[in-house]
């Protein structure tokens, strides 16, 4: 269970201070598909960033299974990124000059892993979301539905207990997104945290728990029982 | 976990092809430089140390500059313009003059001869003293000399001269050394032993005999019994040397002995130490009439000569000086004594400073090539921000970005350093080839001992990596979400 609690973020922009979140409360447990809806600027990145432990926020706390985030050093975030959290960008964010096989590859090569069993498991995780024929393949010789694909089983390669998804569709069309969120939705099975940012409102109607947030605060918590 | 960064860096620097070339060719010139100058300046100390360990430090030299001269250390005319073109004898002497060469030639000098005979001394050299005319009154008379300073065991006189040389078929200027009795006697190392491979040794000193180096008589084609003219003046071939074993390796030799540069080159060694430097490896290239017989029929053209000493062991050099100053001032003659000593500290100093001028601008060079890496790295350092992101996002630590920069900028540095190494070895094998001659002191090679090696390399890394260091601390620095928003 991931728990937010009243959790302020405040960016200084210079002179101007911009309230991007402000009070927010959140539960999400495991073995869910969350939904965060927002207009722009509501502050969804600025939550999937806290809760998945690459920022902190300026007031309030993030909890995971009793571990106060906002507490550990960068070195423990770090660490606790690499163990508990796969991410999921609107952007992809896959290393140009790696292959698809050495970007699954990297959150184990940064750990203890050897070449060999890195490579191994990254085979197993492109299979999962069918590019095992993709492996050397660089990223801009990808399409950019192949390229979220390979930023999911990134995502998925060290077993983490969240996967966290900001707008991973916004730069797919609707076909394409679509599978992307089907497969993303699959992972509530194994008993992980699954929080997707998406303006999909079908996908949406799929979610255990959809979150309207305004202007930094949730407007809305919505949950729904939904046939698997 | 420190391989796989290690990988990922060299994966890195392999993608990023052209900037990585440009920044490993700023390190590899700076290194370049250093190599080279530091082997060579090594390799030339050592040439010149081991020169002079060859002649012994028991050894005064007596140049004929006059005592209270120009330079009352007497040094200056043993270095003129070393330092302003780099070689010892860059002091051109006067062209030999042409037109009053003659048989009947006589100069001043040798129509004063005095003589005080003596009777002392042994074998060949006995008899043909007997003979001597005796040489000119502003000379060392050397035996005079011996008796004199009771500390010197040894003595004796080395001249050298540019001559035209006519051998009927062939002719050009030549070197002609004209090294005295005693000389031949005391000194005969300094001449590479002077071993006649044919023919005799002098045999008088009334008649023109010339002993031949090697390479003169197989440019002139002389043989034993061969006439010669030397500025006109008939002689005959008596000997012919051994070849010495230094001067196989210079180039320079035979089909540019009677050319220009071969001229310059003689007229190169115009001053005592670089006659005395030039006479261990040039015998093969000189023509030798004795100092007896020269002042005689070829006088008035000798550039220089120097009297050589050899002081007794465990006598102090220095109070060996005052004596030999004393004696000179008696015997009415000009001269001043230095030490082999403050020829090798002169010659030495000279180098150290040239090695260290050196040495300082390749430091210079090693210095912009780390700028260099430091600018690329922290260019490298804004371009792959959001490759930082997306490294911390997956589980990167600080440290981790950090090393990742630092084996980058690091290899960068080794690599520069690697190939600085084996073009700067290259460059001074080549620098040798071309220096050694005109450094005059004979063949040397350049001195690329593990030391360098070592210190090379390492000094590259470890200049890669501290250019690396302060873009790599602020790689490692950055906010996540803020490298992720980077372009
Ligand atoms: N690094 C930052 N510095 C300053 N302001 C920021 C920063 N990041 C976000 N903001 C501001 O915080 C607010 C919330 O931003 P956030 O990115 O969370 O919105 P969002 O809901 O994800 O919007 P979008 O749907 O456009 O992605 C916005 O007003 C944004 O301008
Ligand atoms: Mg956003």
Redesign the pocket.
Known sequence: MLVLNDVHKT?Q?GETQ?L?LRGVSLELPPAQLSVIM?H???????LMHLAGCLDVPTSGSVEYGGLDLTTLSSRERADFRSSEVGFVFQKYNLVGNLTALENVALPLLLRNATTKQAHARAREALDLVGLQDRTTHRPAKLSGGEQQRVAIARALVNDPTMILAD?PTGNLDTVTGDRILELLSQFRADDKIVLVVTHNPEIAETADLVVYLRDGRVESQQFQEVAR | MKLNLFRLALKNIRSRRTRSWLTILGVLVGVTAVVALLSIGTGVQEAVLQQFEDIGYDIILISPMHAGGTAPGAMGGFMPGSTADGRFGGQMPTQPDFNSSSPGTFSPENLGGSSSEDETGDGQFDQMREALARTASSSLDTELLLTQVPQLIEAGTLGTQIQPVDTGTTSGFLRVSTPSLDFLEAFPSVLGGFEIASGSFFTNTTENQVIVGVRSAELLRMSVGDSISINNIPFTVIGILEASDQSSDEDEGSDSVLSGQGLAQNLGSGNSADLLLRGLTNTDDSLFVLHERASNVLAGRTMSAVTITRVESGASISETKDAINVAIGQQDATGTPISIQEVADEIQGTLSLIETVLASIAAVALIVGGVGLMNTMYTSVLERTREIGILKSVGARDGQVMTLFLIDSGLMGLIGGVLGLILGSILSLLGTRLLGPSLGVGSFSPIIDAWLVGGVLVFSFVLGALSGVWPAWRASRLNP??AL?AE
């Open positions: 960016y922009m911009v991007a927002g722009s600027g509501s502050g969804k990145s600025t707008e | 979400v803020d928003a």
